[in-house]
């Protein structure tokens, strides 16, 4: 009998991740300090398509398996034109805001730490964004989702218009 591997199984989508925050928590217990880690991370596939996801665990690699799995089962698809996003936006989680607003292309990812992360992650190439209030990287990157979450798809803007497309942008 000849064991066979499965050859013609669909290959995985492509996901970029990205380690955001890894932390390291200890707490006091009667033999000593006992250590905890908790990860945050982003996936995305670089066409438009981006989750986020926060593990803990006892073990780093753990914490972060965990953290990678809730972002593949937490995606969003962002709304792009030319690598940059349709218009600006402002996302707000808690005391955290995040503005983004479309670029030249040429600019780049002009951008922190954890937005520059989800930016990376989706694809987008030109971002202009500021980030205020709390720097705390989870309310951060929670408040980028918030700002994805309010862009508007073109289409759809165009179809509640009764116009094309090429009218819409020309």
């Known amino acids: 009998?000849?064991?066979?591997?499965?050859?013609?199984?669909?290959?995985?989508?492509?996901?970029?991740?990205?380690?955001?925050?890894?932390?390291?928590?200890?707490?006091?217990?009667?033999?000593?300090?006992?250590m905890s880690?908790?990860?945050?991370?982003?996936?995305?596939?670089?066409?438009?398509?981006?989750?986020?996801?926060?593990?803990?665990?006892?073990?780093?690699?753990?914490?972060?398996?965990k953290s990678l799995e809730k972002a593949r089962s937490n995606l969003v698809t962002l709304s792009m034109k030319n690598g940059t996003i349709p218009h600006d936006v402002i996302g707000n989680y808690k005391s955290s805001s995040v503005l983004l607003k479309p670029a030249c292309p040429g600019t780049g990812i002009i951008a922190g730490g954890a937005v520059r992360a989800v930016m990376d992650a989706a694809g987008i190439t030109d971002v202009i964004s500021k980030s205020q209030g709390s720097?705390?990287?989870?309310?951060?990157?929670?408040?980028?989702?918030?700002?994805?979450?309010?862009?508007?798809?073109?289409?759809?803007?165009?179809?509640?218009?009764?116009?094309t497309l090429n009218d819409l942008w020309g």
């Open 37 to 65: 880690f908790s990860a945050l991370t982003v996936v995305g596939d670089r066409k438009g398509r981006i989750g986020y996801g926060f593990g803990k665990a006892n073990d780093v690699t753990e914490a972060i398996r």
């Open 1 to 34: 009998m000849e064991h066979q591997k499965n050859v013609d199984k669909k290959p995985s989508e492509e996901f970029v991740e990205k380690l955001v925050k890894l932390n390291r928590t200890a707490k006091t217990v009667k033999g000593g300090r006992r």
């Open 135 to 163: 720097r705390t990287s989870v309310n951060v990157v929670r408040a980028t989702f918030d700002a994805v979450a309010g862009l508007m798809d073109a289409r759809k803007i165009a179809a509640n218009r009764g116009k």
